[in-house]
Nanobody, 125 residues
Framework: QVQLVESGGGLVQAGGSLRLSCAASGRSFSSYAVAWFRQAPEKEREFVASISGSGRNTYYGDSVKGQFTISRDNVKNTVYLQMNRLKREDTAVYYC??????????????????WGQGTQVTVSS
């Protein structure tokens, strides 16, 4: 397993940008598909984006397509989520998740082996 730590959340005005990081410790990180999920108060957890171990394949939730970009640096054992043109409805706790066996497509379902503790993103109007 890998341990995941998210960072980069905070308070931002609508229209602004943030970049979240998910730093992993453990072996063979490049073998793990990684995804970002978010959960707003009183709402279901929502898939945001996922990326394959190599970084070649990426998937996005419909609500963030064209707005967010997921990437990874396997040398730094880190996955990033660049969030642009933020809206109030992007306010949520953002979690990263990783799984050795699931592909970037399969991890969309949310049954990942490893989860971080989350980072709060708040978008003000």
């Amino acid at each position: 397993q890998v341990q995941l730590v998210e960072s980069g959340g905070g308070l931002v005005q609508a229209g602004g940008s943030l970049r979240l990081s998910c730093a992993a410790s453990g072996r063979s990180f490049s073998s793990y598909a990684v995804a970002w999920f978010r959960q707003a108060p009183e709402k279901e957890r929502e898939f945001v984006a996922s990326i394959s171990g190599s970084g070649r394949n990426t998937y996005y939730g419909d609500s963030v397509k064209g707005q967010f970009t997921i990437s990874r640096d396997n040398v730094k054992n880190t996955v990033y989520l660049q969030m642009n043109r933020l809206k109030r409805e992007d306010t949520a706790v953002y979690y990263c998740a990783a799984d050795y066996f699931y592909s970037a497509a399969a991890i969309v379902g949310g049954k990942a082996e490893c989860w971080g503790q989350g980072t709060q993103v708040t978008v003000s109007s």
